[in-house]
């Protein structure tokens, strides 16, 4: 449902931090939606930890600016 509803443009990589099993990327976009036409530039970190050789762990925070 958000695939339909959304469509994110205007990337940007802000930063990206690997340190062993964890990394950290901080990214922004715009997100612009496909019902309202609203278009809100929006702030996310993706916080990720692997075990082994798959992803143990994925949180994703965001923060419209």
Not at 2 to 17: D, I, P, Y
Not at 31 to 60: F, K, M, Q
Request: charged content about 25%; some cysteine.
């Amino acid at each position: 449902m958000l695939v339909k509803a959304f469509r994110l443009t205007r990337f940007e990589l802000c930063s990206q931090v690997i340190e062993g099993e964890h990394a950290t990327v901080h990214w922004r976009v715009d997100v612009h939606s496909r019902i309202t036409g609203v278009i809100v530039p929006t702030e996310l970190l993706d916080l990720i930890e692997v075990r082994g050789a798959r992803i143990g762990s994925y949180t994703e925070l965001f923060v419209p600016r």
